[in-house]
């Protein structure tokens, strides 16, 4: 699907968004310090079509994600090397494909407006990402949880939104001219389990963990098996 | 548990831990570029001791869980002050308490070690953390997934071990000479469910994830409800 190429690599040393801290305290008398980022909160939502029988998810290119994959494949430099000096294309002639950097994950954002509820952020992601208008009053918590505990501590709050075809008035994507590029995917109840533990399909584990969640609670309702 | 004073913040240039790095790219022939940050992968692992039917958790005090709380509860500055510029304890006489820094978390380790297996890292980290020795054998995988797709895009690898109170060979604790602080947790398995979804209890999504996991699949061999 996607075409990547020209991929250069530089230290960063001034980024508007990975800013790191260092927090100097005590802890029980010991001295102690930490690096660590700030970061919004987060929401995420699994999203299941009712008319369907699928669950909607998203799917884009995580550059983070693709780096892992350059990474692991590159030829190793010699041990003498400086591992910050700059990296060019050349020095990697058989990069992995695009596809090694695409993931499957739930529809998601940030908790950057201090005036919303997180329901009604979790809603306009909905909209704006997968193209279903739903209300607030639609949406149940499924569980809050800390994310990043080593690196960002942030609260992420996952979702659970039932859709239909009728609430579906656009196509989402994200919003193109801020570089989102996501493509909405569809995947069949019935082969979601399967889904959620295929190794070959990059994923997070809120995928993972909705999933089970869904045929754990609700799988009842849709007179499913819960043979998972 | 924890005393946490003395509390500073500044930011920081240069880390040994967080170091990142600027992506520049085409995809699809338009330019783009993405910060992002190298880190090891990792493992995490449910343990369940069979002996007492109970969940064997780490609890430790997360200085970047403890920030973002820290943050929410300060007093807001002016508007116009820059929110760059160095922070001290005096800017915030009210700190929260030590205890909303702790969080409940699967036992897990990087993957710094290229000579051992994932099962092989699981094993030494139950070992260090837990104080159980257990055979790689024993080992059982649940699944893999992408962790924080935005900003490092690392691969955790989650695993099952059972294990027996005549497999506990230590307290654990982790490395208090490289400052690890881990108090070793049990959590028995009737009790589970409501420890997972109760929201007082700061915790990871491995937590939850793992815990629904088990009731979905091991609850027959354990007979247990699977009313969660």
Redo the contacts between chains.
Sequence with gaps: M???????????TS???????????????T??S?????TH?SVSVLIFNTSSHCFILVKQ????????EW?KSKPQPPEDADP?SEENPESHPDPPP?SS?V?Y?LCAGLVDKPELSLEEIARQEILEECGYDVPVTKLRKI??????????????T?FYAEVSDENCVGEGGGRPQE?E?IEVVKVPLQESMNF??D?GI????????SF??F???MSPKYKIS?N?
């Design positions: 996607e075409q990547i190429n020209n991929i250069q690599v530089v230290p960063c980024s508007n968004y990975l800013k790191p801290f260092r927090v100097n305290y005590s802890q029980n008398g001295k102690k930490w690096d660590f980022m700030r909160d290119f995580r550059p983070a994600v693709y780096m892992c990474e910050d695009a950097g993931t994950e569980a809050s949880y800390r994310s990043g505990v080593g690196v960002t501590g942030s609260k992420q996952m570089g590029l959620a533990y190794e990059p994923k997070t584990m809120g995928v993972i963990f089970i969640w045929h754990s609670n819960t998972v």
